[in-house]
């Protein structure tokens, strides 16, 4: 298998980010045809096809559309997630730059389907590029009749506004995004069974579909080739169909974001990417930086897919893959990692907020050499007081990477503390690691 761009195919043509250049290359084919189907016929093409969405927790995208269609409470709204904030993943950040009109497309058909009246997309502050870009195209879209009133003729007013987040990671989440949407704070909002579904009161209490970028995006070649064709792709695995979009980074010879077939191996995933640079492979971390990490032995026949990398110890999530070499200290690695969610804790739920703290006291002092010989325990109690115990999905986000690596690496966690200093002994490793940390990387 290699890649295959169905999403990614004319991220190199600047032209497609007009709608000139998008229409030049079969754009708004899908919308086309859409517009002849009825809504339930678009939906159910949806189904067909198997998408799920590609935020991080897999979820059947035909069933919040089938939801908020039935749903006879106007105005009905529809969310792009386009947070982006786990660490290891910038896959969104390349669609919005370079095809905006793919995303979108992907929106108008969602609005076309469950009669939306209004879209926001809600975009990580940071992304200027791609804000810029997406702004473009929306003037245009709206110059044009792909936006606005009746549009191509197909009755549907469907107004899109383009929404700057602040940076917070925890936006990201959807109920804390909707929360920051409506000018409160991004934090999280209790969730079905306890209140209702988006689907039934969202945003503004209104009937709200919430999709990631990605997710909107293959809409297009599915309404364009039709579910039947894209349930084609991925076949041989379990429940995962159609391509995925992986962001690689870290260790390897050429970083960036590679569309592939579900089903692909990893390693084929890391040859695409050039192979390992500086190093063997050590541990991989697949799909962002909350999935639990890899050993070298389990990449060896990880798939990538979800039911497969679960099978294996891990998960697609949001598709961001790290490669990490032999010189990777992963006590070092984890501190980074634990501190990134330690920082990003809303605050509004106890085992989060003071758990990842927690977490980040203890695996700092390890890193400092004076770890004591029950932090790795300490440290695999907490993990299990803040998985599942958490208001939202950051406490277990926080969680499964320190548990991860500690159950792959515990001979790693043992060696520091019992020595004071990293088992990892080259001025690559010691290069990685905080500069308050360098005395327990004796290469010096
Ligand atoms: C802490 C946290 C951060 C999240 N960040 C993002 C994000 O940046 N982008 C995203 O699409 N989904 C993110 N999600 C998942 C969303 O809550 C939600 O599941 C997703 O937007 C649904 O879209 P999908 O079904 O198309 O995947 C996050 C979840 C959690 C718990």
């Keep these: 298998m290699a890649e295959y761009k169905l999403l990614l195919e004319h991220t190199d043509v600047p032209e497609y980010r007009t709608l000139h250049g998008y229409l030049a290359r079969g754009g708004y084919a899908a919308l086309n045809r859409a517009k002849g189907m009825e809504r339930q016929a678009i939906i159910d093409e949806i189904k067909t096809s198997g998408l799920r969405g590609r935020g991080g927790a897999g979820f059947p995208t035909w069933i919040k559309w089938n939801g908020i269609e039935k749903e006879k409470t106007r105005p009905h709204y529809l969310i792009c997630n386009a947070d982006e904030g786990e660490p290891g993943t910038f896959k969104d950040k390349q669609l919005m730059e370079s095809t905006p009109f793919l995303v979108i497309e992907g929106m108008t058909i969602a609005a076309l389907a469950t009669q939306a009246d209004a879209g926001y997309i809600y975009i990580r502050g940071e992304f200027v590029d791609a804000a810029k870009s997406l702004r473009a195209a929306i003037d245009e879209a709206y110059a044009h009749g792909y936006l606005g009133q009746n549009i191509l003729g197909t009755g549907l007013n469907f107004d899109l506004y383009l929404h700057m987040g602040a940076g917070s990671y925890e936006c990201g989440e959807e109920s804390a995004l909707m929360s920051s949407l409506m000018g409160e704070r991004g934090m999280p909002r209790l969730k079905f069974p306890h209140a209702p579904l988006p ?241 327990a990387f004796s290469a010096v």
């Excluded at 990538?304 to 790290?322: D, F, K, Q, R």
């Excluded at 115990?389 to 159950?407: E, N, Q, T, Y």
């Design 199 to 439: 689907t039934v009161a969202g945003v503004w209490d209104q009937p709200t579909i919430i999709n990631n970028v990605e997710t909107y995006a293959a809409a297009v070649p599915i309404l364009a080739k039709g579910g039947e064709w894209y349930v084609t792709l991925g076949a041989n695995t379990k429940n995962s169909r159609g391509t995925k979009i992986f962001s690689v980074s870290a260790h390897v010879n050429k970083p960036g974001n590679y569309e592939i077939e579900f089903g692909t191996p990893l390693m084929e995933l890391l040859d695409l990417a050039g192979g390992m640079k500086g190093g063997a492979l050590k541990a991989c971390v697949p799909g962002g930086s909350s999935v639990p990490m890899l050993n070298a032995e389990d990449c060896q026949n990880a798939i990538l897919a979800y039911e497969e990398l679960w099978e294996t110890g891990s998960m697609v999530g949001s598709g961001g893959c790290m490669f990490l070499n032999e010189h990777t200290c992963i006590v070092s690695y984890t501190w980074r990692t634990a501190q990134f969610y330690a920082m990003e804790s809303c605050g509004k739920c106890t085992p989060c907020r003071e758990g990842t703290k927690w977490m980040l006291q203890i695996l700092e002092r390890i890193l400092r050499g004076n770890g004591q010989p029950g932090d790795m325990d300490l440290l695999m109690e907490i993990t299990k007081q803040i998985d599942g115990r958490s208001f939202c999905g950051l406490g277990d986000a926080a969680a499964w990477p320190v548990a991860g690596a500690i159950k792959k690496f515990p001979e790693e966690f043992e060696y520091f503390i019992k020595n004071g200093r990293s088992m990892v002994d080259t001025p690559e490793a010691r290069a990685m690691a905080p500069r308050w940390a360098q005395r």
